[in-house]
């Protein structure tokens, strides 16, 4: 189960349960597939509700590999995404907030 505390959201791929989290070492690797683009960018997409399936399809992966996952941008291409692309945006926006945010919130 994931610990939201922690920054942790959970994500069903092909109904089985994994725990995603942006660490530093996914927010680097992140960071590295967005090229040109910064994190306080894509950050701002989000909160503008300004984002790209892509940018979803890069944080979600970037926030499972954190979680432990050893899978890749290929790989989730062909996974089923319980709730689908909303869901994955959803969790999208859950890894930015839970990454970013002050531990008082």
């Given at each position: 189960?994931?610990?939201?505390?922690?920054g942790?959201?959970?994500?069903?791929?092909?109904?089985?349960?994994?725990?995603?989290?942006?660490?530093?070492?996914?927010?680097?690797?992140?960071?590295?597939?967005?090229?040109?683009?910064?994190?306080l960018?894509?950050?701002?997409?989000?909160?503008?509700?300004?984002?790209?399936?892509?940018?979803?399809?890069?944080?979600?992966?970037?926030?499972?590999?954190?979680?432990?996952w050893?899978?890749?941008?290929?790989?989730?291409?062909?996974?089923?995404?319980?709730?689908?692309?909303?869901?994955?945006?959803?969790?999208?926006?859950?890894?930015l907030?839970?990454?970013?945010?002050?531990?008082?919130?």
């Open positions: 189960m994931a610990n939201p505390h922690a942790e959201v959970e994500l069903i791929l092909d109904g089985k349960r994994h725990v995603a989290k942006l660490t530093l070492g996914a927010l680097a690797e992140l960071e590295g597939r967005l090229g040109d683009g910064s994190l960018a894509l950050v701002e997409r989000f909160e503008q509700g300004r984002f790209s399936s892509r940018d979803t399809l890069h944080l979600v992966v970037a926030g499972l590999r954190g979680g432990g050893r899978g890749d941008v290929e790989d989730l291409l062909s996974v089923e995404i319980a709730g689908g692309p909303i869901e994955a945006a959803r969790v999208a926006g859950r890894l907030a839970r990454a970013f945010a002050r531990p008082e919130q």
